[in-house]
């Protein structure tokens, strides 16, 4: 078996032989980094999604000093999404939102004053949107200066093409995480960050996790991200801190801290019922239901859970419930059995407890259900690892035919030795440690989900198609 190995420059690279099971890899260079035009021509719409205006730039002149994070919007429904700036200035603050309206491009939609709360940051739920629709908006002050203006899109109720992208692990010596920047001219439905958006190890006060997710938003590459489209964000470890588990390994104030600082600097909805609960799901019409996991503040090692026992108990009712031909299932860290690898000499099983295999009982619930059920269309999605792979959950068996797809890293590739132990072999069909985001195009009507690796370079690695 040949194996996709690290490479001596940032400009080799050494192309892979797929498994009988898998699509041929396409070549690339995943080590060239070109800047994305500014400017760049937005892609076409997808199948059945009305078009959009060219990018909206209303008069005002853009403040990045005021405005250093930009802007970012979440969680979108049908009818709602959450937008998100932080300001440093002190004047009046009004939040600009406009409708696409076919051949008269961008309309005013409605002007909001916005309040900032004492670190700056403006957080807010627009709702009584309309149906997969685009808006764009920006924050302006009283001076006349905004923030960037930024773009997102309702989700839809009726049979399309969902178009999406996912990536994990940011850590602030990548930056500016020039791959996230090639998302910019996609308008993407969404974009799902799998965690470790932030490696906010050091930080022990609010002032520090704040800056820590300051200066990582502040990179170019999520200053264009987040401003091209919607993000579904849930949370790892270095969030709170390296290998965190809830308040197992960090005090509890501490924890808390960590916790107000990931609501505040993100768009993800909370639920008034459970204010901290991140686990939730979002429907995109037929093509696509997300259920967003929180695998690391329930677990519970003693009593064997990697999830609470009610996120379990949601999951397995959602995916069974669900009438969308995808559900996909938004993890952090792996459910895939990864631990056979003939060349691994045991390390993979020693980490092992990290992941869904250290807590079997669980793994098993959850993917018997999946197969008892008859349930078609889960496909996987996970982060941490600090490489990308396409692969199947277990390299034999029924849940060989299970896939799951561990995107990323978008600043944490180049430089993982853990590659090195691989063979290019089931699980695997693919494996590349390059930064990089996974682009995928679920389509209700053909039934199939096409996905690739988008390199620094903005080019595919790898592609393939999969099928319901």
């Not at 050091?202 to 170019?220: F, G, K, P």
């Not at 204010?275 to 799901?281: E, S």
Request: negative net charge; hydrophobic residues 40%.
């Amino acid at each position: 078996m040949s194996k996709f190995l690290s490479k001596p420059t940032r400009r080799t690279f050494l192309q892979a032989t797929a498994s009988a099971a898998a699509l041929p890899l396409a070549a690339c260079d995943p080590g060239g980094v070109a800047d994305p035009d500014p400017t760049p021509t937005p892609t076409p719409p997808a199948p059945g999604r009305s078009p959009e205006p060219e990018v909206w730039e209303p008069a005002a002149t853009v403040d990045m000093d005021l405005f250093p994070c930009g802007v970012q919007s979440g969680d979108p429904t049908a009818n709602a999404a959450i937008v998100w700036t932080k300001y440093l200035g002190a004047a009046a603050l009004t939040l600009e939102l406009v409708v696409a309206d076919g051949d008269a491009g961008w309309q005013p939609e409605r002007e909001l004053a916005v309040e900032p709360d004492d670190v700056g940051v403006v957080k807010l739920d627009v709702d009584g949107l309309d149906v997969d629709t685009a808006y764009a908006y920006t924050f302006v002050d009283a001076d006349g200066r905004r923030s960037l203006s930024g773009r997102l899109r309702t989700a839809p109720t009726a049979a399309r093409v969902v178009v999406f992208g996912a990536s994990c692990c940011t850590r602030d010596d990548q930056r500016p995480f020039p791959c996230l920047s090639w998302a910019l001219p996609e308008r993407l439905d969404f974009h799902g960050l799998l965690g470790d958006t932030v490696y906010a190890d050091s930080a022990t006060t609010s002032q520090a996790y704040q800056e820590v997710w300051a200066d990582n938003y502040a990179a170019q590459g999520y200053l264009d991200l987040r401003r091209s489209t919607p993000t579904v964000m849930t949370w790892d470890d270095h969030e709170v801190i390296n290998n965190n588990v809830g308040e197992w390994n960090v005090s509890p104030e501490r924890y808390a801290i960590a916790s107000e600082e990931f609501w505040r600097h993100n768009t993800a909805r909370p639920d008034p019922a459970a204010p901290g609960r991140i686990w939730r799901r979002l429907s995109f019409g037929p093509a696509a239901d997300l259920f967003v996991l929180d695998c690391r503040s329930e677990r519970d090692v003693a009593a064997g859970h990697y999830i609470s026992p009610e996120q379990m108990d949601w999951l397995k009712a959602g995916l069974a419930s669900s009438t969308a031909v995808f559900k996909f299932v938004m993890n952090t860290v792996p459910i895939s059995d990864i631990t056979g690898q003939p060349a691994s000499d045991g390390f993979l099983d020693v980490v092992k407890d990290d992941r869904w295999e250290g807590f079997p009982e669980q793994r098993d619930e959850i993917l018997d259900h999946i197969a008892d059920q008859g349930l078609t269309g889960v496909i996987w999605l996970a982060g941490d690892l600090h490489f990308g792979a396409a692969m199947t959950v277990e390299p034999e068996g029924e849940r060989a035919a299970m896939n799951e797809i561990l995107v990323g890293p978008a600043g944490n590739g180049g430089s993982n030795p853990l590659v090195q132990l691989f063979e290019l072999a089931p699980p695997f069909r693919f494996f590349t440690e390059w930064n990089n985001w996974v682009r995928f195009e679920a389509d209700p009507g053909t039934r199939t989900c096409r996905l690739a690796f988008v390199g620094e370079d903005g080019e595919e690695m790898y592609s393939e198609t999969l099928s319901a």
